[in-house]
């Protein structure tokens, strides 16, 4: 028997236009919003600049204090009286002006309206709508070339973000995952368990860290001593080699990293000697350079630590 499968589709809503009656003055309207002045009426889709002059004829009631009824509120100049449409501009998306039982007219970013009657029924200071259409247009030109600003502004941040993130991986290298070829002696629990074997050997050594969140896993050593700090350097240098001729011998292209801090008491004899050593096979130069990373920052933080316990 065939099944029958009935599938629910669930319709997303547009979200609701905004309606709007202003008041006189000039307004930056922005997202979906319907501005209502007078006998006009501005669909904005987008960012608009829209100027409302005085027509004390035409009220529109918002509600008590402003409040709004249903989506309609006033946005501008202070009263419920609504004004007279004198010029639209938009800096972004579009507009579309029904004005006067007109068919509506859709200007875009870059473009301005004016009404028609504006200049002779309500003037502003004296200033013909031509020029006020001009002003708006100036407005426009200057605040695109704001945006253009402000966009390379943020393009030369990011290049700058780049370029820095550039100089630290060439510092500090990049992570390297685990190969799966990687010889058993070399894998976390053998390293760290061969590495101890082989610093049990010298008296006051300690094995401080094991790191092998990356490839290679990394030791530190640590040896202090109340007499010659400049003594301590061979003996942590065994460990390296009996861990080349034991555990690591027959390893092919084995590669070992090491390193020491050499941290000297401020008042007087003794000190200690931090070792690190990382090793792998057949590793990169990327990860040679990691690594050499890695043991930096690991030995000079744990050299520091041993320095402030020895000297409080």
């Not at 003037?123 to 247009?137: G, K, Q, Y």
């Not at 640590?222 to 011998?249: C, E, F, H, I, Y």
């Amino acid at each position: 028997m065939a099944a029958a499968i009935l599938a629910t589709v669930a319709l997303a809503r547009p979200t609701p236009r905004a309606r709007v009656a202003m008041g006189p003055g000039e307004t930056t309207v922005s997202g979906r919003v319907d501005v209502l002045a007078a006998d006009a009426e501005v669909a904005v889709d987008g960012v608009a600049r829209v100027d409302v002059e005085p027509d004390p004829g035409v009220a529109r009631v918002t509600g008590r204090g402003g409040d709004p009824v249903g989506n309609t509120f006033l946005v501008a100049g202070g009263s419920a009286v609504a004004g007279a449409l004198a010029a639209v501009a938009v800096l972004e998306g579009s507009a579309v002006i029904s004005y006067g039982g007109r068919p509506g007219e859709r200007i875009t970013a870059g473009e301005a309206w004016s009404a028609p009657t504006a200049a002779a029924a309500a003037p502003r200071h004296d200033e013909p709508v031509a020029d006020t259409v001009s002003d708006l247009r100036a407005q426009v030109v200057a605040l695109q070339a704001e945006l253009d600003q402000a966009r390379q502004e943020a393009d030369g941040a990011k290049l700058a973000g780049a370029i820095a993130n550039g100089q630290l991986a060439n510092v500090q290298g990049q992570p390297a995952v685990w190969p799966t070829d990687v010889p058993a002696a070399l894998r976390p629990e053998a390293y760290e368990a061969d590495v101890r074997a082989a610093v049990a050997s010298i008296p006051g050594a300690k094995v401080t860290d094991v790191d092998c969140s990356e490839y290679p896993c990394l030791a530190l050593v640590t040896l202090s001593t109340d007499g010659d700090v400049d003594a301590l350097g061979p003996q942590l240098d065994g460990v390296s080699k009996s861990l080349r001729s034991g555990p690591w011998n027959g390893i092919k292209d084995l590669a070992v990293t090491v390193g020491q801090a050499v941290d000297a008491n401020d008042d007087g004899p003794g000190g200690s000697v931090v070792l690190g050593i990382g090793a792998g096979a057949s590793v990169s130069p990327d990860v040679l350079q990691r690594t050499k990373y890695r043991l930096d920052t690991l030995m000079t933080d744990a050299a520091s630590a041993q320095h402030d316990a020895q000297n409080p």
